[in-house]
């Protein structure tokens, strides 16, 4: 696998299918990067300080944000598969027949349809926050209870995943104790219940 530039896509599409008989796709992937600054503000309380570094942070340069891609944290997400050889063979919708590979490198590289939600979880703590971002501003409620939903399926999975595993571990390390007070070790929420304080405090 290789980096595909717009001069040698059309190359690569003729000859590689030829010899092996595979197709050649073209895959558009992303990686997420983090990065993170320490700013200085002025401020009354702890609330005005995050509403002066938030303000802030847009003025800020490039070169005063830190961080690269961590591939033991994150890891790749696929955004589009494209059979190539479909496109030279007249079968895709999307590109006219006759496309350039370079002009189809190019329109998947532009192509913008997918955006990402942000979770953040204290590692240290064990508190789990939706950072919102400015794109769901853009959409229409029928989108954001449909994205809702999916995102929802999959964060349900993981905390079952999540108390199942604890209460196994509890059972193996401890099961006249774990039996006993399993339910009460840690103070999980029904789902859809908010946090407060008196909880986080038990």
């Not at 006759?98 to 490198?105: K, M, S």
């Not at 964060?155 to 007070?181: K, N, T, V």
């Amino acid at each position: 696998m290789k980096k595909v530039a717009p001069t040698e896509g059309k190359t690569r599409m003729k000859s590689r299918t030829r010899k092996t008989g595979d197709h050649q796709f073209l895959v558009k992937l992303m990686r997420p990067i983090f990065q993170t600054t320490v700013v200085s503000v002025d401020a009354q309380n702890e609330q005005q300080a995050i509403i002066r570094a938030l303000d802030g942070a847009s003025r800020l340069r490039g070169r005063d944000w830190k961080g690269a891609f961590d591939s033991s944290k994150y890891t790749y997400d696929v955004q589009i598969v494209l059979d190539a050889d479909d496109v030279m063979a007249r079968r895709d919708p999307v590109w006219e027949p006759g496309t350039p590979a370079d002009r189809i490198v190019a329109d998947l590289e532009k192509m913008e349809e997918f955006e990402y939600l942000l979770l953040k979880g204290d590692v240290e703590a064990g508190q789990g926050d939706l950072v919102m971002q400015p794109w769901l501003d853009e959409k229409s409620f029928l989108m954001l209870a449909d994205l809702a939903g999916d995102w929802k399926v999959d964060i349900e999975i993981i905390e079952d995943e999540g108390l199942e595993g604890y209460r196994g571990h509890l059972r193996r390390s401890a099961p006249g104790i774990a039996i006993e007070y399993e339910g009460n070790v840690i103070p999980f929420r029904p789902r859809g219940a908010k946090k407060n304080d008196d909880e986080d405090a038990g």
